[in-house]
């Protein structure tokens, strides 16, 4: 099994439980995390033995783009759509980071992970 991961997929998105959030926005990073038998790309240099970084940019910044209340609910219909354009992937890790939540302090970061 081979792992890949994509990192810090910057967004500025609207979700939060807050009114202000879903005007202001906030700043945003998505990392997935796949893991499967991705040994034809590794022998035979191609694109489709694997998983394309263009196509996870593109679903992570549609579904970012998508306002929800929850950063749960984001990366749960992020992994839903992974692992459905990636059939061959064998589990999906999806982490959403937002930056300075609003809170009454001091937080710099709120972080969740789901994976399947």
């Not at 099994?1 to 998505?30: D, P, Y």
């Amino acid at each position: 099994m081979q792992h890949l991961a994509i990192r810090r997929i910057e967004c500025h998105s609207f979700h939060g439980c807050l009114k202000e959030e879903s005007v202001i926005g906030s700043r945003f990073s998505v990392d997935v995390l796949f893991s499967g038998d991705f040994y034809g790309a590794v022998v035979n240099d191609d694109l489709s033995q694997t998983v394309d970084y263009v196509e996870v940019h593109r679903i992570v910044r549609e579904e970012m783009a998508v306002a929800s209340k929850l950063i749960e609910h984001v990366a749960g219909r992020i992994l839903n759509r992974m692992k459905d354009r990636f059939p061959r992937v064998q589990s999906c890790r999806v982490e959403i980071t937002k930056y300075n939540p609003p809170v009454n302090g001091q937080l710099g970061e709120a972080v969740f992970s789901i994976e399947g």
